[in-house]
């Protein structure tokens, strides 16, 4: 009876040492060490769920993964905690990391935070991905921001790039509310005739409307 009690206390002894084993392996810091790519991105997310800088300190180190793939969730997951540390690192991202296809997705990302607009000023003009400077072109369009028709209007005017160019041009239409009939496969005569009529009424049109908007908010606030 003694022999059977002390088998039974070790085998509730092994018992508790699975259990412990089992709960470290499912803790998203362990996770995120894994050998395996689809079980550090779970890590990744469930991190994410805790919304504190300590979290967004763990889940930035995935930023440099040599898997892309998981880089890209980490930007994303990064995106849905709220906290200026989770934006901080997105701007990082989206500015100096060497692999367009995760700034890219970090400039999806960040572009839906007002904060933003002055990155996508700049990578929209200076990123040398066309990828990546259509990303930032339809960022303005998720901020309406209706300052930036003027950058835009440079941007359809001054591209190299012709799917960056009809991006540009489709933002300005969007905020304007102005279809201006722009083909990107005309020859670039006729290209050039519609960038003139763009700049000569898009530019005053998002003028007016970001003035009216203004009035209309400060109306309602009085």
Do not use: H
């Amino acid at each position: 009876m003694a022999k059977y009690a002390t088998w039974a206390a070790v085998a509730a002894g092994l018992g508790l040492v699975g259990l412990w084993l089992a709960a470290g392996c499912s803790d998203p810091e362990s996770k995120i060490q894994s050998a395996d790519a689809k079980t550090r991105i779970e890590g990744i997310k469930e991190l994410a769920k805790r919304q504190t800088d300590q979290a967004v300190q763990k889940i930035a180190e995935g930023v440099n993964d040599r898997d892309e793939t998981v880089a890209c969730e980490v930007v994303r997951a990064l995106a849905t905690i709220q906290r200026p540390a989770a934006r901080k690192v997105l701007r990082d991202v989206a500015t100096t990391d060497k692999r367009a296809v995760v700034r890219q997705v970090a400039v999806s990302q960040y572009g839906a935070f007002q904060e933003s607009l002055g990155t996508l000023r700049d990578t929209a003009r200076l990123d040398e991905d066309p990828a990546v400077r259509r990303e930032a072109v339809d960022g303005f369009v998720r901020q309406r921001s209706l300052a930036d028709v003027p950058l835009l209007v440079e941007i359809a005017e001054t591209e190299q790039d012709l799917a960056v160019q009809a991006r540009a041009v489709n933002a300005i239409e969007r905020l304007v509310g102005i279809q201006y009939g722009f083909d990107p496969k005309a020859p670039l005569a006729a290209r050039k005739k519609a960038l003139e009529r763009i700049r000569s009424q898009a530019i005053r049109m998002a003028a007016a409307r970001e003035a009216y908007e203004k009035d209309g908010t400060k109306s309602k606030d009085q």
